[in-house]
């Protein structure tokens, strides 16, 4: 089971920390990726991290904005975002894909355990 938390509305250039609890399974059998989705949108990722390795890739469009940090034994995953803008309003999601590297190359395929999602929103 995985739990998102965090969002919420912060003025433009503010900043938020999201978090993925991950629960029920081994830690360390899945990835934690980050997506977000806004109406009449596909779902798209933003950053995925291997649980093992630490292994961190970034969508384009976040680097140098969004850090995402993994603290095992807690089994959570965060999502740092800096320097919000508007058109990160969304809804953030947090997924799970099992026994294989993360990647956003292939959009939601293969994240198989979703998070409930969190509401950001950014006001400018």
């Known amino acids: 089971q995985l739990q998102a938390s965090g969002g919420g509305s912060v003025q433009a250039g503010g900043s938020l920390r999201l978090s993925c609890a991950v629960s029920?399974?081994?830690?360390?059998?899945?990835?934690i990726a980050w997506f977000r989705q806004v109406p009449g949108k596909e779902r798209e990722g933003l950053s995925c991290?291997?649980?093992?390795?630490?292994?961190?890739i970034y969508a384009d469009f976040v680097k140098g904005r969004f850090t995402i940090s993994k603290d095992n034994a807690k089994q959570v995953v965060y999502l740092q975002m800096s320097n919000l803008q508007s058109d990160d309003t969304a809804v953030y999601y947090c997924?799970?894909?099992?026994?294989?590297?993360?990647?956003?190359?292939?959009?939601?395929?293969?994240?198989?355990?979703w998070g409930q999602g969190t509401q950001v929103t950014v006001s400018s």
């Open positions: 997924a799970a894909i099992f026994s294989l590297p993360c990647t956003l190359r292939d959009g939601v395929n293969g994240y198989d355990h």
């Open positions: 029920g399974v081994r830690f360390t059998d899945y990835d």
């Open positions: 991290i291997g649980t093992i390795d630490g292994e961190a």
